[in-house]
């Protein structure tokens, strides 16, 4: 047999061979070629993985690195004589002491713990190492305990934002820095050394609103103000753009005025996020009056913003769902109704869970939007409603970003960390619920 094969492709015509043999050597060339190209693009893919991957390490690290002096802060121990006198109330009770000269009683306590400061130039230079907050610390410690009057004691408390800053680049000991001159250097020194300054954990950062003070600036009332207006927008932005969806891809007839929603729907989602911010400012602010300012109107102008997202990523995940499953339910006896509730809603929600947490982390990062309905106002107090007047953490980056106090970059960074462990929260509870809905399809 292998003879007969031998002598089959010897007996062949010469140019047949030549030609058989200039065809493989092609092959193996345009093979050769295509792995090659395969190999080049593999690269680049991998390449452009791990640059993305850097550059965002890279930003993470640079504003880790930028937060951290913003988690602790320094405290001064102050011995304290808690005399009725520099308080100035003649007798002891909740009203006067309410009416009390507690800056006063401040000053006398620092400037005994200093003899050797005389002129009143360096006694207000000595004054301003402390907090603003210091004198309401003090309050605050003499209405916890009234027996205090009379006594004598000492009180931790808040030093100023420059003293802060001075500290924490490390400046030498007694040398001036920063917004610190040599005789405040001096007295800074002389603390130090008689171990009346520590580091703390700075608690006030997430228990504290807004300030002017860096020292005493906190992200509390802008997280309590970003999750109130979270919350109507996922209450209004959820079963709205759901429901959307399902009734265009399983209700609706197709004719031209679908076909105009389908068009104005798409396009929505490519309207600049201000002209969201300028409809809720003349429509549900000035026609409808409601409150500025306010999770609520917030919540309504960003539920605007994120529908067209979240009805095209749900329609695109019901139309995903195989024909089949309409059929056989249709063919059990189901109704339209059972079959679009019952099979093909449960089986599209984890597409529709993702376009809703992408649509919420695009509404988490706004901050156009809210600038126009007010939400860039200075607000101290704790918003505890949907009605109150509050500020969301981009807005708060966006004010503390803009601050000419130095000690405010570094709170910053603190509220940009703060607000993608918001993202990543949103992100992991997405992850836990579609795997949830994909364990019971």
Known sequence: MTNQANNTVNNEPKGKRQVSSKTTEQVKNSLTKRYRKEKVFRFFGFASILFGFAVVS????????KAAPAFNQHWVKLDVEYSKEWIGVSQIDEESLQMGDYRTLLRKNLYKMFPDVKKRRDKKALFKLL??????????NIAA???????KGQLWVLLDDDVDSYIKDEFPLGQKGGRINEKQALWIKSLTENERIESRFNTQFFTNSDSREPEQAGVRGALSGTLLTMLVTLALSFPLGVASALYLEEFAPKNRITDIIEININNLAAVPSIVFGLLGLAVIINVFGLPRSAPLVGG?????????????????SIKAVPPSIREAALG?????????????????MPGILTGTIIGMAQALGETAPLLMIGMVAFIVDIPTGVTDAATVLPVQI?????????AFMAKTSAAILVLLSILAVMNISAALLRKHFEKNR
């Not at 907090?131 to 605050?140: R, T």
């Open 58 to 65: 890279i930003l993470l690290y640079d504003i880790t690195s």
């Open 300 to 316: 309504i102008v960003l539920t605007l913003m994120t529908l067209p997202t979240i009805i095209i990523a749900s329609r695109a």
């Open 332 to 348: 059990l006896g189901a109704s339209k109704m059972q079959v679009a509730f019952g099979h093909v809603l449960p089986m599209a």
């Open 398 to 406: 966006y004010l503390w970003a803009d601050s000419p106090e130095r």
């Open 131 to 140: 907090s603003g907050d210091a004198e309401y610390m003090l309050k605050d």
């Open 145 to 151: 305990d009234p027996s205090l009057i009379g006594q």
